[in-house]
């Protein structure tokens, strides 16, 4: 149980295009649904916090306007990459914590983008 | 201050040893806490959590926390090169609007050696 998908699983893209990545609970509902950011051998960064049917919470320094995120049911959020540059290539990892219990926050497979 | 502090390693030992993985964190109303294992280019996978002061075993792993002393191992028994990975710490509090914000470690990295 509390499996976590993601799609793409890798992108490469040109500058100045926008790239969609899905986030699904496959198994469980998840009230609350997290986007970070991993780059090479370095943490993992909460972008934002995205609760199903309200506008997702932004950490300081992410731009909403530029990673666009939606949660649209309790099983899909996604986060949209909008005019890409090449300094937005990362490893972007969505999480899904279920609607109740512990909370525990299960990862998807994670999306690798490139943008050239 | 960091919120949740690990040494970043790497740490070796040989195959069969424990490996004993470290963490403090800040907030002294912490509730919830995780062990994630993240291999090189793969997405987080959690391990263990524990909610209570004590020790919770899993298999090959025990999780200790101290709430006084603020503090969460990950022990490893018999360890195996498969085990090789980046541990994270994460440490969860209830956010506004009910939801549980989790604070992770910048990972502690892990080499069992053959």
């Known amino acids: 149980g509390a499996v976590v998908s993601q799609h793409p699983s890798r992108v490469i893209c040109k500058s100045g295009t926008s790239v969609k990545i899905e986030c699904r609970s496959l198994d469980f509902q998840a009230t609350t649904m997290f986007w970070y950011r991993q780059f090479p051998k370095k943490s993992l960064m909460l972008m934002a916090t995205?609760?199903?049917?309200?506008?997702?919470?932004?950490e300081q320094g992410v731009e909403k306007d530029k990673f666009l995120i939606n949660h649209a049911s309790l099983t899909l959020s996604t986060l949209t990459v909008t005019s890409a540059h090449p300094e937005d290539s990362s490893f972007y990892i969505c999480s899904a914590s279920l609607s109740t219990g512990t909370k525990t926050q299960y990862f998807g497979p994670g999306t690798r983008l490139l943008v050239l | 201050q960091k919120e949740v502090e690990q040494n970043s390693g790497p740490l070796s030992v040989p195959e069969g040893a424990i490996a004993s993985l470290n963490c403090t964190y800040s907030d002294r109303v912490s509730q919830s806490f995780f062990w994630y294992r993240q291999y090189s280019g793969k997405s987080p996978e959690l391990i263990m959590s524990i909610y209570s002061n004590g020790d919770k075993e899993d298999g090959r792993f025990t999780a200790q926390l101290n709430k006084a002393s603020q503090y969460v191992s990950l022990l490893i028994r018999d360890s195996q090169p498969s085990d090789s990975a980046t541990y994270l710490c994460a440490v969860a509090l209830r956010g506004s609007g009910g939801y549980q914000k989790v604070t992770f470690g910048t990972g502690t990295k892990l080499q069992v050696i053959p």
């Open positions: 995205s609760n199903e049917g309200s506008k997702a919470t932004y």
